[in-house]
């Protein structure tokens, strides 16, 4: 099956710093997407971008195919932004909609 | 409209017993998957089902197994539970079982085994 691998493993920021966290990825994949995991455990889809670039308010998300790779960028960040930041590819090649997810960035803003 | 709903939200075992977790899934939400994190990792797919049928399974042991329900609604059970069950479960839902389909997520359901 698919690796998915995360960097940095762990990022501290000042509030209204930006950031980049990145994602590689093993294989072609036709579904990859981001989740942010609030320090309560919500998972929450950010995007479903298996290419191109995806804007929604200060995240944006850009995703090269052919190269294997992904990020997402957070910019201004808010206290709101800490928690763990996943990708995720396709879990097989079956075409269904199931995850293989990475180990995660664990971000941390401090005001 | 009600998101994806997970009972209980948390609950204690001992070895060798037996759990059952519930998941409700979005209105017009046909297929349901189950994820396991364990503390410090990302989420591990167990299985997925669509209109009632399994459709996915992960690399989960046989004391894993899952049932879906004709309101789309689902349970997870795991028998003989172990140390290494304790995680949270997770539940998620999407229109069908394939492609663009996004997945929304539960809150979860904390097992703790003593």
């Known amino acids: 099956g698919i690796q998915v691998e995360q960097s940095p493993p762990d990022l501290i920021l000042q509030e209204g710093a930006n950031s980049t966290l990145r994602c590689n990825f093993s294989?072609?994949?036709?579904?990859l997407q981001w989740f942010h995991q609030n320090p309560w455990g919500q998972l929450i889809n950010l995007f479903y971008?298996?290419?191109g670039t995806k804007q929604n308010g200060r995240l944006s998300a850009t995703t090269v195919a052919t190269e294997r790779y992904s990020l997402l960028y957070i910019s201004s960040s808010q206290t709101t932004d800490s928690g763990v930041y996943f990708c995720?590819?396709?879990?097989?090649?079956?075409?269904?909609?199931?995850?293989?997810f990475g180990t995660g960035t664990r971000l941390t803003v401090i005001p | 409209d009600a998101g994806v709903t997970q009972s209980p939200t948390h609950l204690i075992k001992t070895r060798g017993q037996h759990v059952t977790l519930r998941c409700s899934p979005i209105?017009?939400?046909?297929?349901v998957s189950w994820y396991q994190q364990v503390l410090g990792q990302g989420p591990q797919f167990i299985f997925q089902?669509?209109?009632?049928?399994?459709?996915g399974r992960g690399n989960f042991p046989d004391r894993f197994s899952a049932r879906q329900f004709p309101n789309y609604s689902s349970e997870l059970n795991v028998n003989a539970l172990l140390l290494g069950d304790s995680a949270l479960y997770l539940c998620?839902?999407?229109?069908?079982?394939?492609?663009?389909?996004?997945?929304?997520f539960g809150a979860g359901s904390r097992l703790t085994v003593l």
């Open positions: 089902y669509y209109e009632k049928e399994e459709r």
């Open positions: 998620a839902s999407s229109r069908t079982g394939a492609g663009a389909n996004v997945l929304t």
């Open positions: 209105s017009g939400h046909k297929s």
């Open positions: 995720a590819g396709p879990f097989d090649q079956t075409g269904a909609n199931n995850l293989f």
């Open positions: 971008i298996p290419s």
């Open positions: 294989d072609s994949v036709n579904n």
